[in-house]
């Protein structure tokens, strides 16, 4: 069976989402609401280095699908809560990520959330497509994953 073109993933540099988060809210609310959620600012930043870490193996397919997905929806949830107040704080969380086919350049940084969103959006759809293109296609429930999948990849 020939193998199916998935997308590559792109690759993010590091964010101190904790320190980020901690100094937009320390400023824009308050030192007492930014102590209260310490701990909430340390899963959203552990959250992302695992959704760094995804890379395309089959055994981990579906949990990176997980992983990506759900800190998607964080980020979404993020500029939904926060809006462009925090791109424009002076927390200056900065969010870097290379080309998926041009690896080698240097990463393109931004102070913005909604940069980080798009970029995370498309990992998506890499580790959909990347699931799709790993299913056994010569069976009919296989071959009905792959179309599956590949169609959340398109979001059709």
Known sequence: MSGMVSLPLKACTIA???????????????????????????SAHAL??????????????????LILARYYRMVTTMRTRFGT???ESDAKLSFGWKDAWRPNEKPVAHADLQFER????????????YRASIQNRAEAEGLRTACQLFQQTAFA
Do not use: P, T
């Not at 937009?24 to 007492?32: C, G």
């Not at 798009?118 to 497509?129: E, G, Q, R």
């Open 16 to 42: 101190d989402l904790k320190e980020g988060l901690r100094a937009f809210v320390e400023k824009a609310y308050s030192k007492e609401q930014a102590a209260q959620h310490k701990e909430a600012f340390a």
């Open 118 to 129: 798009v970029s995370v959006l498309f990992n998506l759809a890499a580790a959909l497509s």
């Open 85 to 87: 107040a925090i791109d």
């Open 48 to 65: 992302r280095e695992r959704m760094r870490s995804v890379y395309h193996h089959e055994k981990g397919a579906k949990e990176n699908v």
